[in-house]
Protein backbone atom coordinates (compact mmCIF):
# COMPACT_ATOMS: atom_id res chain seq x y z
CA UNK A 1 0.00 0.00 0.00
CA UNK A 2 0.84 3.35 -0.99
CA UNK A 3 2.52 5.88 1.56
CA UNK A 4 1.57 8.91 0.31
CA UNK A 5 -0.59 10.93 2.55
CA UNK A 6 -4.34 10.28 1.18
CA UNK A 7 -5.28 14.23 -0.33
CA UNK A 8 -8.90 14.98 1.30
CA UNK A 9 -10.82 17.72 0.01
CA UNK A 10 -13.71 18.71 2.76
CA UNK A 11 -16.61 20.42 1.92
CA UNK A 12 -19.41 21.72 4.53
CA UNK A 13 -21.47 24.99 5.17
CA UNK A 14 -20.23 25.39 8.25
CA UNK A 15 -17.00 26.75 8.88
CA UNK A 16 -16.17 25.14 12.53
CA UNK A 17 -16.91 21.89 10.62
CA UNK A 18 -14.34 22.42 8.21
CA UNK A 19 -11.85 23.57 10.64
CA UNK A 20 -12.76 20.76 13.02
CA UNK A 21 -12.20 18.23 10.08
CA UNK A 22 -8.91 20.05 8.93
CA UNK A 23 -7.60 20.52 12.75
CA UNK A 24 -8.19 16.73 13.74
CA UNK A 25 -7.02 14.68 10.39
CA UNK A 26 -4.24 16.87 10.28
CA UNK A 27 -3.31 16.00 14.00
CA UNK A 28 -3.99 12.17 13.46
CA UNK A 29 -1.39 12.31 10.21
CA UNK A 30 -1.56 10.75 6.88
CA UNK A 31 -3.93 13.27 5.11
CA UNK A 32 -3.05 15.89 3.14
CA UNK A 33 -5.78 18.62 3.72
CA UNK A 34 -5.59 20.03 -0.05
CA UNK A 35 -8.58 22.71 0.16
CA UNK A 36 -12.07 23.52 1.46
CA UNK A 37 -15.32 24.16 -0.07
CA UNK A 38 -18.91 25.46 1.26
CA UNK A 39 -21.47 24.53 -1.05
CA UNK A 40 -21.81 21.46 -4.04
CA UNK A 41 -20.91 23.74 -6.75
CA UNK A 42 -17.66 24.65 -5.23
CA UNK A 43 -16.76 21.73 -4.66
CA UNK A 44 -17.30 19.95 -8.01
CA UNK A 45 -15.32 22.76 -9.55
CA UNK A 46 -12.45 22.13 -6.57
CA UNK A 47 -12.80 18.13 -7.77
CA UNK A 48 -12.20 18.29 -10.98
CA UNK A 49 -9.09 21.24 -10.30
CA UNK A 50 -7.24 18.80 -7.49
CA UNK A 51 -7.85 15.23 -8.57
CA UNK A 52 -8.31 14.36 -4.74
CA UNK A 53 -7.91 10.70 -3.66
CA UNK A 54 -11.24 11.76 -1.21
CA UNK A 55 -14.01 14.17 -0.67
CA UNK A 56 -15.15 14.62 2.99
CA UNK A 57 -19.29 15.75 1.25
CA UNK A 58 -21.77 17.11 3.42
CA UNK A 59 -25.89 16.77 2.01
CA UNK A 60 -27.68 19.63 3.54
CA UNK A 61 -25.71 22.65 1.58
CA UNK A 62 -26.86 25.94 -0.59
CA UNK A 63 -25.97 26.36 -4.58
CA UNK A 64 -26.06 22.46 -4.86
CA UNK A 65 -26.47 20.20 -2.31
CA UNK A 66 -24.60 16.71 -1.64
CA UNK A 67 -26.90 14.30 -3.90
CA UNK A 68 -26.71 16.73 -6.84
CA UNK A 69 -23.63 17.34 -6.30
CA UNK A 70 -22.17 14.02 -5.92
CA UNK A 71 -22.88 12.37 -9.86
CA UNK A 72 -21.12 15.66 -11.04
CA UNK A 73 -17.93 14.89 -8.95
CA UNK A 74 -18.08 11.41 -10.17
CA UNK A 75 -17.94 12.08 -13.81
CA UNK A 76 -15.25 15.18 -13.73
CA UNK A 77 -12.85 13.48 -10.92
CA UNK A 78 -13.85 9.18 -11.40
CA UNK A 79 -11.09 8.09 -9.09
CA UNK A 80 -11.95 9.94 -6.42
CA UNK A 81 -13.67 8.42 -3.33
CA UNK A 82 -16.80 10.07 -2.05
CA UNK A 83 -17.85 9.81 1.76
CA UNK A 84 -20.92 11.59 2.49
CA UNK A 85 -20.55 13.29 6.41
CA UNK A 86 -24.16 14.52 6.70
CA UNK A 87 -26.42 15.83 9.67
CA UNK A 88 -29.53 13.13 8.06
CA UNK A 89 -29.22 9.69 9.54
CA UNK A 90 -27.91 7.07 7.29
CA UNK A 91 -31.12 5.35 7.33
CA UNK A 92 -33.33 7.98 5.49
CA UNK A 93 -30.88 9.20 2.91
CA UNK A 94 -28.01 6.38 3.29
CA UNK A 95 -29.24 4.58 0.15
CA UNK A 96 -30.10 7.83 -2.30
CA UNK A 97 -26.63 8.66 -1.55
CA UNK A 98 -24.71 5.68 -2.38
CA UNK A 99 -27.16 5.12 -5.59
CA UNK A 100 -26.33 8.74 -6.20
CA UNK A 101 -22.34 7.21 -6.82
CA UNK A 102 -21.25 8.18 -3.14
CA UNK A 103 -18.68 5.29 -1.76
CA UNK A 104 -19.56 5.80 1.96
CA UNK A 105 -21.90 7.45 4.34
CA UNK A 106 -21.23 8.62 8.17
CA UNK A 107 -23.67 10.66 10.65
CA UNK A 108 -22.16 13.60 11.81
CA UNK A 109 -20.92 12.95 15.42
CA UNK A 110 -18.71 10.22 14.58
CA UNK A 111 -15.72 10.55 15.84
CA UNK A 112 -12.74 12.54 14.00
CA UNK A 113 -10.61 9.33 14.70
CA UNK A 114 -13.41 6.81 13.14
CA UNK A 115 -13.89 9.08 10.33
CA UNK A 116 -10.21 8.98 9.77
CA UNK A 117 -10.40 5.15 9.77
CA UNK A 118 -13.16 4.99 6.70
CA UNK A 119 -11.53 7.54 4.84
CA UNK A 120 -8.43 5.22 4.93
CA UNK A 121 -10.80 1.92 4.28
CA UNK A 122 -12.85 3.22 1.75
CA UNK A 123 -9.63 5.23 0.04
CA UNK A 124 -7.85 1.77 0.41
CA UNK A 125 -10.23 -0.45 -2.11
CA UNK A 126 -10.10 0.00 -5.69
CA UNK A 127 -12.83 1.87 -6.94
CA UNK A 128 -14.71 -0.67 -9.80
CA UNK A 129 -14.16 0.86 -13.02
CA UNK A 130 -17.34 2.69 -14.95
CA UNK A 131 -18.99 -0.31 -16.95
CA UNK A 132 -20.69 1.38 -19.72
CA UNK A 133 -22.58 -1.94 -20.59
CA UNK A 134 -23.21 -3.45 -24.00
CA UNK A 135 -26.80 -3.26 -25.49
CA UNK A 136 -28.41 -5.99 -27.43
CA UNK A 137 -30.62 -8.88 -26.01
CA UNK A 138 -34.32 -8.78 -26.76
CA UNK A 139 -36.67 -8.44 -23.85
CA UNK A 140 -40.45 -9.41 -23.61
CA UNK A 141 -41.43 -6.11 -24.82
CA UNK A 142 -39.80 -5.94 -28.03
CA UNK A 143 -37.34 -3.73 -27.34
CA UNK A 144 -33.50 -4.33 -26.15
CA UNK A 145 -32.05 -5.22 -22.74
CA UNK A 146 -28.74 -3.72 -21.86
CA UNK A 147 -26.44 -6.36 -20.66
CA UNK A 148 -22.84 -6.19 -19.10
CA UNK A 149 -20.94 -8.09 -16.40
CA UNK A 150 -21.85 -6.96 -12.98
CA UNK A 151 -21.83 -2.97 -13.37
CA UNK A 152 -25.01 -2.67 -15.19
CA UNK A 153 -26.90 -4.92 -12.60
CA UNK A 154 -25.18 -2.70 -9.89
CA UNK A 155 -26.49 0.49 -11.50
CA UNK A 156 -30.10 -1.34 -11.46
CA UNK A 157 -30.20 -2.14 -8.05
CA UNK A 158 -29.27 1.31 -7.37
CA UNK A 159 -32.16 2.76 -9.31
CA UNK A 160 -34.65 -0.07 -7.09
CA UNK A 161 -33.15 1.34 -3.84
CA UNK A 162 -33.32 5.27 -4.69
CA UNK A 163 -37.44 4.57 -5.55
CA UNK A 164 -38.18 1.77 -2.74
CA UNK A 165 -36.29 4.16 0.03
CA UNK A 166 -38.73 6.77 -0.41
CA UNK A 167 -42.42 6.40 0.14
CA UNK A 168 -43.49 9.89 -1.92
CA UNK A 169 -43.49 10.05 -5.33
CA UNK A 170 -41.96 13.57 -5.96
CA UNK A 171 -38.87 12.49 -4.02
CA UNK A 172 -38.97 8.98 -5.52
CA UNK A 173 -38.56 10.52 -8.88
CA UNK A 174 -36.39 12.49 -7.70
CA UNK A 175 -33.95 10.43 -6.71
CA UNK A 176 -35.01 8.04 -9.96
CA UNK A 177 -33.69 10.98 -12.28
CA UNK A 178 -30.33 10.96 -10.05
CA UNK A 179 -29.46 7.62 -10.72
CA UNK A 180 -30.46 7.62 -14.01
CA UNK A 181 -28.32 10.74 -14.43
CA UNK A 182 -25.14 8.74 -13.11
CA UNK A 183 -25.15 6.65 -16.66
CA UNK A 184 -27.18 8.98 -18.65
CA UNK A 185 -27.57 12.85 -19.11
CA UNK A 186 -30.68 14.76 -19.12
CA UNK A 187 -31.81 17.86 -18.17
CA UNK A 188 -35.18 16.89 -17.08
CA UNK A 189 -37.76 14.15 -16.85
CA UNK A 190 -41.33 13.10 -15.68
CA UNK A 191 -43.48 10.49 -14.96
CA UNK A 192 -47.16 10.69 -16.86
CA UNK A 193 -50.56 9.14 -16.28
CA UNK A 194 -52.25 8.65 -19.35
CA UNK A 195 -55.53 10.20 -19.90
CA UNK A 196 -58.37 10.69 -22.92
CA UNK A 197 -56.53 13.83 -24.15
CA UNK A 198 -52.72 12.66 -23.56
CA UNK A 199 -50.70 12.40 -20.25
CA UNK A 200 -51.32 14.04 -16.90
CA UNK A 201 -47.81 14.92 -15.64
CA UNK A 202 -47.56 13.58 -11.82
CA UNK A 203 -43.92 14.05 -11.09
CA UNK A 204 -40.91 15.93 -12.34
CA UNK A 205 -37.09 16.57 -11.56
CA UNK A 206 -34.35 17.85 -12.91
CA UNK A 207 -33.72 21.20 -14.22
CA UNK A 208 -36.40 24.01 -14.61
CA UNK A 209 -39.24 22.08 -13.50
CA UNK A 210 -41.49 24.85 -13.44
CA UNK A 211 -41.69 24.56 -17.30
CA UNK A 212 -43.85 21.68 -17.31
CA UNK A 213 -45.13 21.17 -13.60
CA UNK A 214 -46.83 18.35 -12.09
CA UNK A 215 -50.48 18.49 -13.50
CA UNK A 216 -49.93 19.61 -17.05
CA UNK A 217 -51.58 17.14 -19.32
CA UNK A 218 -49.26 17.06 -22.32
CA UNK A 219 -51.23 16.62 -25.74
CA UNK A 220 -49.90 13.32 -27.29
CA UNK A 221 -50.29 12.58 -31.13
CA UNK A 222 -52.58 9.08 -31.87
CA UNK A 223 -50.08 7.66 -33.80
CA UNK A 224 -47.58 8.02 -31.03
CA UNK A 225 -50.36 6.74 -28.69
CA UNK A 226 -50.79 3.48 -30.87
CA UNK A 227 -46.31 3.43 -30.67
CA UNK A 228 -46.86 3.88 -27.00
CA UNK A 229 -49.84 1.46 -26.47
CA UNK A 230 -47.52 -1.28 -28.53
CA UNK A 231 -44.41 -1.10 -25.84
CA UNK A 232 -41.97 1.19 -28.30
CA UNK A 233 -40.55 3.86 -26.94
CA UNK A 234 -40.74 7.69 -29.16
CA UNK A 235 -37.81 9.01 -29.66
CA UNK A 236 -37.49 12.36 -31.43
CA UNK A 237 -33.76 13.47 -32.16
CA UNK A 238 -34.32 17.61 -32.83
CA UNK A 239 -37.52 19.24 -32.25
CA UNK A 240 -36.26 22.53 -33.74
CA UNK A 241 -35.91 20.25 -37.41
CA UNK A 242 -38.90 17.98 -37.13
CA UNK A 243 -41.32 21.03 -36.08
CA UNK A 244 -44.11 18.37 -36.58
CA UNK A 245 -47.08 19.28 -34.71
CA UNK A 246 -48.22 20.18 -31.63
CA UNK A 247 -45.95 18.05 -30.06
CA UNK A 248 -42.83 19.07 -31.30
CA UNK A 249 -43.59 22.91 -30.53
CA UNK A 250 -44.74 22.00 -27.04
CA UNK A 251 -41.48 21.13 -26.11
CA UNK A 252 -39.62 23.34 -28.43
CA UNK A 253 -41.29 26.58 -26.90
CA UNK A 254 -39.89 25.29 -23.68
CA UNK A 255 -36.25 24.59 -24.99
CA UNK A 256 -36.61 20.54 -24.82
CA UNK A 257 -34.64 19.79 -28.48
CA UNK A 258 -34.47 16.11 -28.05
CA UNK A 259 -36.78 13.57 -26.05
CA UNK A 260 -37.59 10.02 -25.18
CA UNK A 261 -40.63 8.90 -24.25
CA UNK A 262 -40.68 5.08 -22.37
CA UNK A 263 -44.10 3.36 -22.21
CA UNK A 264 -44.95 1.34 -18.77
CA UNK A 265 -47.25 -0.51 -20.55
CA UNK A 266 -50.21 -3.52 -18.50
CA UNK A 267 -53.93 -4.42 -20.00
CA UNK A 268 -51.79 -4.17 -23.32
CA UNK A 269 -51.43 -0.75 -23.50
CA UNK A 270 -49.36 2.25 -22.47
CA UNK A 271 -50.97 3.50 -18.77
CA UNK A 272 -48.09 5.68 -17.98
CA UNK A 273 -45.29 7.13 -19.51
CA UNK A 274 -41.49 8.45 -18.07
CA UNK A 275 -39.98 11.03 -20.48
CA UNK A 276 -36.76 12.73 -20.46
CA UNK A 277 -35.93 15.62 -22.09
CA UNK A 278 -32.79 17.54 -23.34
CA UNK A 279 -31.62 20.87 -24.42
CA UNK A 280 -29.20 19.11 -26.93
CA UNK A 281 -30.37 17.88 -29.86
CA UNK A 282 -29.87 13.96 -30.67
CA UNK A 283 -29.15 13.30 -26.72
CA UNK A 284 -31.03 10.13 -26.79
CA UNK A 285 -29.14 7.51 -29.62
CA UNK A 286 -30.38 3.71 -29.46
CA UNK A 287 -27.79 2.36 -26.88
CA UNK A 288 -28.69 4.83 -23.87
CA UNK A 289 -32.43 4.47 -24.77
CA UNK A 290 -32.15 1.00 -23.83
CA UNK A 291 -30.35 2.02 -20.60
CA UNK A 292 -33.20 4.47 -20.35
CA UNK A 293 -36.02 1.25 -21.15
CA UNK A 294 -34.31 -1.25 -18.55
CA UNK A 295 -34.37 2.37 -15.78
CA UNK A 296 -37.93 1.85 -16.33
CA UNK A 297 -38.91 -1.36 -16.15
CA UNK A 298 -37.09 -1.50 -12.68
CA UNK A 299 -38.95 1.83 -11.31
CA UNK A 300 -42.03 1.56 -12.62
CA UNK A 301 -44.20 -0.66 -10.42
CA UNK A 302 -42.98 1.43 -7.62
CA UNK A 303 -43.83 4.68 -9.26
CA UNK A 304 -47.49 3.44 -9.60
CA UNK A 305 -47.93 2.02 -6.11
CA UNK A 306 -46.61 5.27 -4.65
CA UNK A 307 -49.44 7.79 -7.24
CA UNK A 308 -52.17 5.20 -6.04
CA UNK A 309 -50.89 6.27 -2.43
CA UNK A 310 -50.37 9.73 -2.91
CA UNK A 311 -54.57 9.05 -4.01
CA UNK A 312 -55.63 7.45 -1.36
CA UNK A 313 -53.49 9.84 1.36
CA UNK A 314 -55.67 12.63 0.06
CA UNK A 315 -58.98 11.60 1.36
CA UNK A 316 -56.90 11.89 5.51
CA UNK A 317 -54.99 14.90 4.09
CA UNK A 318 -55.27 16.99 7.02
CA UNK A 319 -54.33 14.09 10.08
CA UNK A 320 -51.39 12.17 7.57
CA UNK A 321 -50.19 16.09 6.88
CA UNK A 322 -50.12 16.64 10.88
CA UNK A 323 -48.02 13.64 11.17
CA UNK A 324 -45.57 14.89 8.35
CA UNK A 325 -45.12 18.44 9.57
CA UNK A 326 -44.36 16.64 12.90
CA UNK A 327 -41.87 14.17 11.84
CA UNK A 328 -40.08 17.02 9.46
CA UNK A 329 -40.04 19.26 12.39
CA UNK A 330 -38.46 16.36 14.61
CA UNK A 331 -36.00 15.51 11.81
CA UNK A 332 -34.68 18.76 11.24
CA UNK A 333 -34.26 19.62 14.78
CA UNK A 334 -32.09 16.25 15.06
CA UNK A 335 -30.29 17.55 12.20
CA UNK A 336 -29.87 21.15 13.04
CA UNK A 337 -28.84 19.63 16.58
CA UNK A 338 -26.45 17.37 15.00
CA UNK A 339 -24.33 19.88 13.39
CA UNK A 340 -23.11 21.98 16.40
CA UNK A 341 -22.62 19.23 18.82
CA UNK A 342 -20.07 17.52 16.42
CA UNK A 343 -18.21 20.62 16.58
CA UNK A 344 -18.04 20.55 20.58
CA UNK A 345 -17.56 17.01 20.52
CA UNK A 346 -14.65 16.62 17.85
CA UNK A 347 -12.78 19.97 19.14
CA UNK A 348 -13.23 18.41 22.35
CA UNK A 349 -11.82 14.72 21.48
CA UNK A 350 -9.28 16.32 19.88
CA UNK A 351 -7.55 18.83 22.26
CA UNK A 352 -7.45 15.64 25.13
CA UNK A 353 -5.72 13.19 22.23
CA UNK A 354 -3.23 16.17 21.44
CA UNK A 355 -3.27 18.46 23.92
CA UNK A 356 0.56 18.78 24.52
CA UNK A 357 1.21 19.30 20.88
CA UNK A 358 -1.78 21.71 20.04
CA UNK A 359 0.10 25.38 20.09
CA UNK A 360 -1.84 28.07 22.53
CA UNK A 361 -3.40 29.39 19.70
CA UNK A 362 -4.94 26.75 18.30
CA UNK A 363 -6.60 25.44 21.96
CA UNK A 364 -7.83 29.17 21.98
CA UNK A 365 -9.41 28.63 18.25
CA UNK A 366 -10.79 25.17 19.62
CA UNK A 367 -12.12 26.54 22.41
CA UNK A 368 -14.08 29.41 20.11
CA UNK A 369 -15.43 27.05 18.04
CA UNK A 370 -16.73 25.14 21.22
CA UNK A 371 -18.18 27.92 22.98
CA UNK A 372 -19.66 28.87 19.41
CA UNK A 373 -21.42 25.36 18.85
CA UNK A 374 -22.83 25.73 22.07
CA UNK A 375 -24.14 29.34 21.62
CA UNK A 376 -26.23 27.63 18.20
CA UNK A 377 -27.32 24.96 20.19
CA UNK A 378 -28.38 27.35 22.65
CA UNK A 379 -30.33 29.22 20.48
CA UNK A 380 -32.00 27.08 18.02
CA UNK A 381 -33.16 24.90 21.88
CA UNK A 382 -34.51 28.82 22.60
CA UNK A 383 -36.16 29.57 19.12
CA UNK A 384 -38.12 25.28 19.62
CA UNK A 385 -39.67 26.79 22.33
CA UNK A 386 -40.49 29.84 21.21
CA UNK A 387 -42.09 28.36 18.36
CA UNK A 388 -43.66 25.66 21.05
CA UNK A 389 -45.26 28.49 22.78
CA UNK A 390 -46.58 30.57 19.51
CA UNK A 391 -48.58 27.24 18.01
CA UNK A 392 -49.71 26.10 21.69
CA UNK A 393 -50.61 29.58 22.28
CA UNK A 394 -48.88 28.76 26.45
CA UNK A 395 -47.81 32.54 27.51
CA UNK A 396 -50.14 34.41 25.71
CA UNK A 397 -49.16 37.83 24.40
CA UNK A 398 -49.59 41.11 27.36
CA UNK A 399 -49.66 43.88 24.78
CA UNK A 400 -49.37 47.03 26.81
CA UNK A 401 -48.44 50.89 25.84
CA UNK A 402 -44.58 51.14 25.19
CA UNK A 403 -42.23 52.97 24.02
CA UNK A 404 -40.95 50.91 20.58
CA UNK A 405 -37.84 53.70 20.06
CA UNK A 406 -36.35 53.26 23.32
CA UNK A 407 -36.31 49.09 23.08
CA UNK A 408 -35.29 49.84 19.51
CA UNK A 409 -32.50 51.55 20.63
CA UNK A 410 -31.62 49.64 23.75
CA UNK A 411 -31.45 46.33 20.92
CA UNK A 412 -29.48 48.03 18.64
CA UNK A 413 -26.81 48.89 21.63
CA UNK A 414 -26.79 45.22 22.47
CA UNK A 415 -26.25 44.28 19.31
CA UNK A 416 -23.77 46.58 18.40
CA UNK A 417 -22.12 45.11 21.45
CA UNK A 418 -21.91 41.80 20.62
CA UNK A 419 -21.01 41.96 16.89
CA UNK A 420 -19.67 45.23 15.92
CA UNK A 421 -22.17 45.76 13.29
CA UNK A 422 -22.94 49.11 12.46
CA UNK A 423 -26.83 50.03 12.67
CA UNK A 424 -28.11 53.18 11.23
CA UNK A 425 -31.59 54.51 12.76
CA UNK A 426 -34.34 56.87 11.30
CA UNK A 427 -37.13 57.14 13.97
CA UNK A 428 -39.84 59.73 13.54
CA UNK A 429 -39.60 62.04 16.32
CA UNK A 430 -43.33 61.91 16.98
CA UNK A 431 -43.93 58.39 17.10
CA UNK A 432 -46.93 57.12 19.46
CA UNK A 433 -46.87 54.56 21.37
CA UNK A 434 -46.82 51.15 20.45
CA UNK A 435 -49.66 48.51 22.29
CA UNK A 436 -47.22 45.30 21.98
CA UNK A 437 -45.59 42.95 24.45
CA UNK A 438 -42.19 44.27 24.91
CA UNK A 439 -40.10 41.01 25.06
CA UNK A 440 -41.84 39.89 21.84
CA UNK A 441 -41.28 43.24 20.13
CA UNK A 442 -37.44 42.42 20.92
CA UNK A 443 -36.89 39.05 19.45
CA UNK A 444 -38.81 40.26 15.86
CA UNK A 445 -36.26 43.08 15.91
CA UNK A 446 -33.41 41.47 17.19
CA UNK A 447 -34.45 38.16 14.51
CA UNK A 448 -34.62 40.72 11.71
CA UNK A 449 -31.12 42.68 12.78
CA UNK A 450 -29.47 39.33 13.17
CA UNK A 451 -31.16 38.09 9.19
CA UNK A 452 -30.13 41.68 7.49
CA UNK A 453 -26.16 40.83 9.16
CA UNK A 454 -25.85 37.55 7.47
CA UNK A 455 -26.25 38.57 4.32
CA UNK A 456 -24.49 42.28 4.39
CA UNK A 457 -21.08 42.53 4.49
CA UNK A 458 -19.59 44.19 7.64
CA UNK A 459 -18.44 47.45 6.19
CA UNK A 460 -22.38 48.11 4.93
CA UNK A 461 -24.52 49.54 7.97
CA UNK A 462 -27.94 48.16 8.11
CA UNK A 463 -30.52 50.92 8.24
CA UNK A 464 -33.75 50.92 10.42
CA UNK A 465 -36.76 53.52 9.33
CA UNK A 466 -39.91 53.46 12.10
CA UNK A 467 -42.77 56.05 11.69
CA UNK A 468 -46.41 55.69 11.96
CA UNK A 469 -49.24 55.48 9.67
CA UNK A 470 -53.03 54.54 9.58
CA UNK A 471 -53.21 53.85 13.05
CA UNK A 472 -50.23 51.87 12.86
CA UNK A 473 -46.29 51.94 13.77
CA UNK A 474 -44.40 50.75 11.10
CA UNK A 475 -40.88 49.72 10.68
CA UNK A 476 -38.32 48.44 8.13
CA UNK A 477 -34.62 46.66 8.32
CA UNK A 478 -32.86 47.33 5.03
CA UNK A 479 -29.88 45.29 4.45
CA UNK A 480 -27.21 45.69 1.57
CA UNK A 481 -26.89 41.93 0.82
CA UNK A 482 -27.50 40.28 -2.42
CA UNK A 483 -30.76 40.41 -2.32
CA UNK A 484 -33.84 37.95 -3.30
CA UNK A 485 -35.31 36.68 -5.83
CA UNK A 486 -39.21 37.17 -6.31
CA UNK A 487 -40.21 33.63 -6.84
CA UNK A 488 -37.96 32.76 -3.41
CA UNK A 489 -40.19 35.73 -1.38
CA UNK A 490 -43.28 33.72 -0.68
CA UNK A 491 -41.63 31.00 1.36
CA UNK A 492 -39.13 33.13 3.42
CA UNK A 493 -41.39 33.29 6.51
CA UNK A 494 -41.95 29.09 6.59
CA UNK A 495 -40.95 26.99 9.38
CA UNK A 496 -37.49 26.29 8.31
CA UNK A 497 -37.52 28.23 5.19
CA UNK A 498 -34.06 27.87 3.70
CA UNK A 499 -34.76 30.03 0.94
CA UNK A 500 -33.17 33.17 2.44
CA UNK A 501 -29.86 30.61 2.47
CA UNK A 502 -30.17 29.61 -1.63
CA UNK A 503 -29.44 33.34 -2.22
CA UNK A 504 -26.24 34.20 -3.89
CA UNK A 505 -23.35 35.21 -1.48
CA UNK A 506 -21.42 33.61 1.58
CA UNK A 507 -23.08 30.99 3.21
CA UNK A 508 -24.45 31.66 6.62
CA UNK A 509 -25.66 29.27 9.79
CA UNK A 510 -29.34 29.23 10.93
CA UNK A 511 -31.96 27.09 11.80
CA UNK A 512 -34.97 28.45 9.25
CA UNK A 513 -36.91 29.78 12.48
CA UNK A 514 -36.15 33.32 12.62
CA UNK A 515 -38.40 34.99 10.37
CA UNK A 516 -40.99 32.03 10.86
CA UNK A 517 -41.07 33.37 14.59
CA UNK A 518 -41.14 36.74 13.63
CA UNK A 519 -43.91 36.36 11.41
CA UNK A 520 -45.92 35.07 13.98
CA UNK A 521 -45.44 37.09 16.59
CA UNK A 522 -46.03 40.12 14.59
CA UNK A 523 -50.01 38.44 13.42
CA UNK A 524 -50.23 37.51 16.43
CA UNK A 525 -50.33 41.27 17.37
CA UNK A 526 -52.68 42.15 14.80
CA UNK A 527 -50.24 43.26 12.39
CA UNK A 528 -48.18 42.09 9.26
CA UNK A 529 -44.74 41.31 7.76
CA UNK A 530 -43.36 41.17 4.09
CA UNK A 531 -40.22 41.63 2.08
CA UNK A 532 -39.01 44.05 -0.90
CA UNK A 533 -36.23 43.16 -2.65
CA UNK A 534 -34.71 42.27 -6.44
CA UNK A 535 -31.08 40.25 -7.00
CA UNK A 536 -28.35 42.77 -6.29
CA UNK A 537 -30.51 45.17 -4.79
CA UNK A 538 -30.76 44.02 -0.70
CA UNK A 539 -33.37 43.58 0.85
CA UNK A 540 -36.06 45.32 2.90
CA UNK A 541 -38.37 43.56 5.53
CA UNK A 542 -41.42 45.42 6.48
CA UNK A 543 -43.81 44.91 9.54
CA UNK A 544 -46.52 46.52 11.32
CA UNK A 545 -47.38 46.79 14.75
CA UNK A 546 -50.74 48.67 16.37
CA UNK A 547 -50.28 51.99 17.81
CA UNK A 548 -51.60 52.24 21.17
CA UNK A 549 -55.14 54.81 20.95
CA UNK A 550 -56.61 56.78 23.77
Not at 389 to 413: D, F, H, W, Y
Not at 504 to 525: D, M, N, T
Request: net charge negative; aromatic share 6%; with cysteine.
Amino acid sequence: MSTEPLRVLIVDDTPDIRMLLTAALGALGGFDLVGEAADGAEAVQLAQELQPDAILLDLAMPVMDGLQATPEIRKCSPQTRIIILSGFSKDRLGSEALAVGADAYIEKGTSPRKIAEIVREVCGTPRPQPDLGVPGSANDDGGTEPTSPGGLESWRRSISMAVEQVGELGFAFSSFGRAVRSRVDFDRAGFALSEADGYRIAAVCGSDDGLVPVGTLVPVLSQFNEALDGGTTITIGDTYERQEGPLDMYFLDRGVRSYAAVPVRAAGRAQAIVSFASERPQAFPRAEVDYLESAVREAAAAFHILWHMGQKAESTHASEEAQRAKLEWNRIIRHDLRSPLTVISGFAETMRSAWSELPDAQKLDFVDAIARGADAMTTLLSDMDQVDRLESGIGSLEPRPMKLCALIAQTVNDLHASTGRLVVTTIDPDLPLALADENDQRRVLSNLLENAFKFSDESEPVEVNVFASGGMIHVAVKDHGPGIAPTDQPSLFNKFSRAAQDREGPKVPGSGLGLYIARSIVEAHGGRIWVESEPGTGATFHYTIPAATA
